[in-house]
């Protein structure tokens, strides 16, 4: 059973590369194991990309009051006001914590929901040979739609596309790592039935936007770029 730990170190890339390997032979035949290395790399690039402006939440005005230090008094500071200066201080700090958790949560977790049952090892060969912009299928019920093809920082290829299955939608990116294709982002929501018994999506906004441009480096690859990239078998 491989823990969230290691998928972490695997990320990270800390472990032994005996290690390495059996967690990439792993995830090349475990879809929900893929599934929990996309949920733990999200959250970690996600994290990322808003630690800088977490940082730049401002205090109230009332939480700023109690981190000031109280002016210095002629009479020695009793233990009573001691006291009462350090519950200040722990009050604020358990303030500032719940801000920072409620930005968190409300900016990352809902970029992390995952769908289990998806066909993935389909998915990934289609990455591997299908061309964007064109619709494919990839088993019963389920169609993919490549939309972009890039290099990230680590000049990686990565793809990002939509999964359609029967009731819900998935935006995603998938990146390719030691010949293999690896998820690393999955937003999934359900599709809504409309009048007309057309099922289409709450919202059309792309939720993985603000991802794509952390991971994005340099243009996107053209058409041409791409299908040279498929035929050379990625080389």
Known sequence: MITDEQLS???DNEL???QMQLVRQQLAID???SDRLAQLAATAALVSRYSSAIEQVPLSANLQKLLEPA????LAVSAWQRLQQIAQQQLALAASVALLAGFLLGQFLPLVRQPLATPWPAVFALLENAASGQQYSAGKDYHL???LTFKNKQQQFCRHFILREPAAQSENIACRLEGNWQL??????PLTLQKNHVYQLASSAAKLDPLLDQLIEGPL???AQEQLMLDTNWQ
């Not at 690393?184 to 929501?189: I, K, L």
């Open 31 to 33: 879809p929900l194991l």
């Open 184 to 189: 690393v982002a999955s937003y999934r929501e």
């Open 71 to 74: 002016p210095v008094s002629k």
């Open 145 to 147: 739609f490549p939309q």
């Open 16 to 18: 032994p590369e005996s």
């Open 221 to 223: 690859l053209d058409a």
């Open 9 to 11: 170190a695997f990320l």
